[in-house]
C-alpha cells in the first residue's frame, strides 16, 4: 500500500517512469547505492523525527548525518528519530522505504542543503525494493517540501 500511494503522488507530477523497481532490497543507502549504481551522496534518505510530537521528514544526501546541535538550533529540540512502527502510523511508510512522496499530510518535509551537491538523486518510492530518479528541482517540487535547511555534517 504504500507504494502505491507514494507512485499515485509521483503520477500527478507525470514522472511516474522514472520510478524502478529493484530485483533485490534497497533498504539502506549502500545497498541503494550499489543496485542503482550511483554514489552513496546521491542517495536522498528520508528521516523521520518527532519535534513538538509531530512527525517531521527531513530528506538529505546519503553520505550525511544529522548534525544535532544544528537540528536543536533549528528545531528547538533534540533529535529524536521515529520508532519503525511509527515511522509506519505517523507518516505512511515503513523503514526503508521512507521517502516524502504518498506521506500523510501532517507530516512537515524539509530538504537539507547537501542534496544540492547532486544534479541527480534517488529517494526510495514507498518500499524497500523501489527508488526513484529526479533532479533536485523535481525534488523539489513532488517532495511538497517547507524549505531548504542545513541541518547535516
Same mark, same amino acid.
Given at each position: 500500500?504504500? *507504494?502505491? /500511494?507514494?507512485?499515485?503522488?509521483? %503520477?500527478?507530477?507525470?514522472?511516474?517512469? /522514472?520510478?524502478?523497481?529493484?530485483?533485490?532490497?534497497?533498504?539502506?543507502? %549502500?545497498?541503494?547505492?550499489?543496485?542503482?549504481?550511483?554514489?552513496?551522496?546521491?542517495?536522498?534518505?528520508?528521516?523521520? *523525527?518527532?519535534? =513538538?510530537?509531530?512527525?517531521?521528514?527531513?530528506?538529505?544526501?546519503?553520505?550525511?548525518?544529522?548534525? =544535532?546541535?544544528?537540528?536543536?538550533?533549528?528545531? /528547538?529540540?533534540?533529535?529524536?528519530?521515529?520508532?519503525?512502527?511509527?515511522?509506519?502510523?505517523?507518516?505512511?511508510?515503513?523503514?526503508?522505504?521512507?521517502?516524502? *512522496?504518498?506521506?500523510?499530510?501532517?507530516?512537515?518535509?524539509?530538504?537539507? /542543503?547537501?542534496?544540492?551537491?547532486?544534479?541527480?538523486?534517488?529517494?526510495?518510492?514507498?518500499?524497500?525494493?523501489?527508488?526513484?530518479?529526479?533532479?533536485?528541482? %523535481?525534488?523539489?517540487?513532488?517532495?511538497?517540501?517547507?524549505?531548504?535547511?542545513?541541518?547535516?555534517?
Amino acid at each position: 500500500m504504500s *507504494f502505491e /500511494n507514494a507512485k499515485l503522488h509521483i %503520477e500527478k507530477y507525470n514522472l511516474e517512469n /522514472n520510478i524502478v523497481i529493484h530485483k533485490e532490497l534497497i533498504a539502506t543507502v %549502500e545497498l541503494a547505492a550499489e543496485q542503482i549504481g550511483c554514489s552513496e551522496a546521491q542517495i536522498a534518505k528520508s528521516l523521520t *523525527f518527532k519535534v =513538538n510530537d509531530e512527525p517531521v521528514m527531513v530528506v538529505l544526501a546519503g553520505d550525511k548525518k544529522i548534525d =544535532n546541535k544544528k537540528f536543536k538550533d533549528f528545531f /528547538n529540540t533534540k533529535a529524536k528519530m521515529l520508532k519503525a512502527e511509527e515511522a509506519v502510523e505517523l507518516v505512511g511508510h515503513e523503514v526503508g522505504g521512507v521517502c516524502p *512522496f504518498g506521506i500523510k499530510e501532517e507530516v512537515k518535509v524539509y530538504l537539507d /542543503n547537501s542534496l544540492k551537491e547532486h544534479k541527480i538523486v534517488y529517494p526510495a518510492c514507498g518500499s524497500k525494493d523501489s527508488s526513484i530518479k529526479l533532479t533536485i528541482d %523535481e525534488l523539489e517540487t513532488v517532495s511538497n517540501s517547507i524549505s531548504w535547511i542545513d541541518i547535516s555534517k
